[in-house]
């Protein structure tokens, strides 16, 4: 009679594991379609989709923030030599700034075929790869006879350049989940950072020793990078469930099958195409009268980017506290109002500098939010997402650029704002769009 008790009891005690499971296993279930069909609002936060590994330190996290400053800052430092180069090159301007355009373009390359490679392989060894392969071309660069055989290399370091990319989702892989926004903010500023002072360093090191060597100096400071990475970042493996190419083909589908990645995107684009129509317009109106500045002083103008850089952290901190729906739409009613002021602030210096800091304050607090959506929708293999939404991201900073120096030539200064003021309208409109829609 015992022995009958104990195995009636030693059933239900099965049966009831068995069905506590199912339950879990389906409200996980549930809880990842939701994390996907409310836009991204809720990021996923379960240990599950994380690679297990020693957790990401802060010297590690500001390693990798140097490194991103310095693969990004590669693609820059020739634009202020421009000169120099077409007099030692014995070419035209125009013929150098055709080879310097290689680099945008070998920078999509970049993410579009060498960011999915960290789902596949250990992101340790390949990053240090493409650093490695940067310091070749910086230094092949820089011994280069004639400017057709500039544009190659420039397109094969604007590729490499995407390292940025590339620790972002490492980011999105290894950083604990808690504090991935916060580690992503501190990676982004890298990144901004990078942005800011690739044309800063590179022209000053450009007239103390010269174009060439200042290719030196950065190519040996790429190569110190490429050691390091592998020994900095924790080992992983990577994804043998899928292979390179067949990661490749799945990117375009990740549009289609999550609502996530596309409202991230599309929104992403516009407010991309608003800040460098601004920018590329800002150029342009100040080198016309009434202001006719030099170059050198609209390109002090960049400097109201460092406040974006600081936006970049604490938006990180913010997003994992409250969530990346607030922060996107404070960013977009910040920087969208800026852009409306500029557009009559410009005759002041002051105003159209604090404008301009508050207006690349916002986006870049609203790209790391965004951004951080993406690194968690699948957080075992985020780089293919990453690389999908940076594509669609950078296609519409192009177009802004091409918008905005024909903008302020044909509508104005004050219209050119307005426009981008209403692309970051529309963004903040699809966001609050998405919200609706939230489960």
Same mark, same amino acid.
């Given at each position: 009679?015992?022995?009958?008790?104990?195995?009636?009891?030693?059933?239900?005690?099965?049966?009831?594991?068995?069905?506590?499971?199912?339950?879990?296993?389906?409200?996980?279930?549930?809880?990842?379609?939701?994390?996907?069909?409310?836009?991204?609002?809720?990021?996923?936060?379960?240990?599950?989709?994380?690679?297990?590994?020693?957790?990401?330190?802060?010297?590690?996290?500001?390693?990798?923030?140097?490194?991103?400053?310095?693969?990004?800052?590669?693609?820059?430092?020739?634009?202020?030599?421009?000169?120099?180069?077409?007099?030692?090159?014995?070419?035209?301007?125009?013929?150098?700034?055709?080879?310097?355009?290689?680099?945008?373009?070998?920078?999509?390359?970049?993410?579009?075929?060498?960011?999915?490679?960290?789902?596949?392989?250990?992101?340790?060894?390949?990053?240090? *790869?493409?650093?490695?392969? $940067? &310091? =070749? !071309? #910086?230094?092949?660069?820089?011994?280069?006879? /004639?400017?057709?055989?500039? @544009?190659?290399?420039?397109?094969?370091?604007?590729?490499?350049?995407?390292?940025?990319?590339?620790?972002?989702?490492?980011?999105?892989?290894?950083?604990?989940?808690?504090?991935?926004?916060?580690?992503?903010?501190?990676?982004?500023?890298?990144?901004?950072?990078?942005?800011?002072?690739?044309?800063?360093?590179?022209?000053?090191?450009?007239?103390?020793?010269?174009?060439?060597?200042?290719?030196?100096?950065?190519?040996?400071?790429?190569?110190?990078?490429?050691?390091?990475?592998?020994?900095?970042?924790?080992?992983?493996?990577?994804?043998?469930?899928?292979?390179?190419?067949?990661?490749?083909?799945?990117?375009?589908?990740?549009?289609?099958?999550?609502?996530?990645?596309?409202?991230?995107?599309?929104?992403?684009?516009?407010?991309?195409?608003?800040?460098? *129509?601004?920018?590329?317009? $800002? &150029? =342009? !109106? #100040?080198?016309?009268?009434?202001?006719?500045? /030099?170059?050198?002083?609209? @390109?002090?103008?960049?400097?109201?980017?460092?406040?974006?850089?600081?936006?970049?952290?604490?938006?990180?901190?913010?997003?994992?506290?409250?969530?990346?729906?607030?922060?996107?739409?404070?960013?977009?009613?910040?920087?969208?109002?800026?852009?409306?002021?500029?557009?009559?602030?410009?005759?002041?210096?002051?105003?159209?500098?604090?404008?301009?800091?508050?207006?690349?304050?916002?986006?870049?607090?609203?790209?790391?939010?965004?951004?951080?959506?993406?690194?968690?929708?699948?957080?075992?293999?985020?780089?293919?997402?990453?690389?999908?939404?940076?594509?669609?991201?950078?296609?519409?900073?192009?177009?802004?650029?091409?918008?905005?120096?024909?903008?302020?030539?044909?509508?104005?200064?004050?219209?050119?704002?307005?426009?981008?003021?209403?692309?970051? *309208?529309?963004?903040?409109? $699809?966001?609050?769009?998405?919200?609706?829609?939230?489960?």
């Amino acid at each position: 009679m015992e022995r009958s008790t104990d195995l009636v009891r030693r059933t239900l005690i099965t049966i009831l594991e068995g069905a506590r499971t199912a339950v879990t296993s389906t409200s996980v279930s549930r809880q990842r379609r939701r994390a996907d069909d409310s836009y991204g609002w809720r990021v996923r936060t379960d240990p599950a989709g994380v690679d297990r590994h020693r957790p990401l330190s802060g010297p590690v996290i500001w390693f990798m923030s140097l490194a991103a400053a310095l693969g990004t800052a590669t693609i820059y430092p020739l634009q202020p030599a421009i000169a120099d180069v077409a007099n030692s090159l014995d070419a035209s301007l125009a013929a150098v700034g055709v080879a310097l355009a290689c680099g945008p373009m070998g920078y999509m390359v970049g993410l579009g075929l060498l960011v999915p490679l960290l789902d596949r392989f250990p992101p340790g060894r390949v990053l240090s *790869a493409q650093v490695g392969v $940067l &310091a =070749v !071309a #910086l230094f092949v660069s820089a011994v280069v006879g /004639s400017v057709w055989a500039l @544009g190659p290399v420039i397109g094969v370091i604007g590729a490499c350049s995407a390292v940025g990319a590339g620790l972002s989702s490492v980011v999105g892989r290894l950083a604990s989940p808690h504090r991935r926004a916060t580690t992503l903010g501190i990676v982004t500023a890298g990144i901004s950072a990078g942005i800011l002072a690739g044309r800063i360093v590179g022209g000053w090191l450009a007239e103390a020793i010269g174009w060439r060597g200042m290719l030196m100096v950065f190519a040996a400071a790429c190569a110190a990078v490429a050691v390091g990475l592998p020994l900095v970042i924790p080992g992983t493996r990577g994804g043998p469930e899928r292979g390179y190419l067949a990661t490749l083909r799945s990117i375009p589908g990740l549009f289609v099958r999550f609502t996530a990645l596309r409202s991230a995107a599309t929104r992403g684009a516009l407010w991309f195409f608003a800040f460098c *129509a601004m920018w590329a317009g $800002l &150029a =342009v !109106a #100040l080198s016309q009268p009434p202001y006719s500045y /030099s170059a050198e002083r609209i @390109g002090m103008y960049a400097l109201a980017g460092l406040l974006g850089i600081l936006a970049t952290r604490v938006s990180g901190m913010c997003t994992d506290r409250l969530g990346a729906r607030r922060v996107i739409l404070v960013g977009l009613v910040i920087a969208g109002a800026a852009a409306a002021t500029v557009g009559f602030a410009l005759p002041s210096t002051a105003a159209a500098l604090a404008c301009l800091a508050l207006f690349d304050a916002g986006l870049f607090a609203a790209q790391v939010a965004n951004q951080s959506i993406i690194l968690a929708i699948d957080p075992a293999a985020p780089a293919r997402f990453n690389s999908a939404y940076m594509l669609v991201y950078f296609v519409g900073g192009s177009l802004g650029t091409a918008f905005g120096t024909a903008a302020v030539e044909r509508f104005g200064w004050p219209a050119t704002t307005t426009i981008t003021a209403a692309a970051i *309208a529309v963004a903040a409109a $699809l966001t609050l769009r998405a919200d609706d829609r939230s489960v």
